[in-house]
């Protein structure tokens, strides 16, 4: 997307509900340091709830000091792709 933004798209590992989060990378990422006061790169550590089970999910991704995407992993659900969020989400209202 062109608004500056990471968009995650998560399922629920429980009921399978979809879930889109809108992360604003200028305030949402926790800065990391290495050794001395040197910038390393930056954390995301997000709880994620559905609306069906109300569960959460746990995502937790690094950057680097560009703030482009090193690792990602989450507990209680699964990333998927916008596009499989927008083909789950239209089947799921209707």
């Given amino acids: ?14 009921c399978n509900a979809v879930v889109h989060v809108r992360v604003d990378p200028r305030n949402d990422l926790l800065p990391e340091y290495g ?3 040197d910038l390393s790169g930056y954390r995301l550590v997000k709880e994620i709830m559905d609306s069906r089970c109300f569960r959460l999910m746990r995502a937790e991704i690094d950057y680097d000091a560009l703030r482009r995407e090193l690792s990602r992993a989450i507990d209680g659900g699964a990333f998927i792709t916008r596009e499989e969020y927008e ?5 799921r209202e209707s």
């Fill in 87 to 91: 083909k789950l989400a239209v089947k």
């Fill in 1 to 14: 997307d062109d608004d500056g933004a990471i968009h995650l798209y998560v399922r629920c590992g429980r």
């Fill in 35 to 37: 050794d001395g006061d």
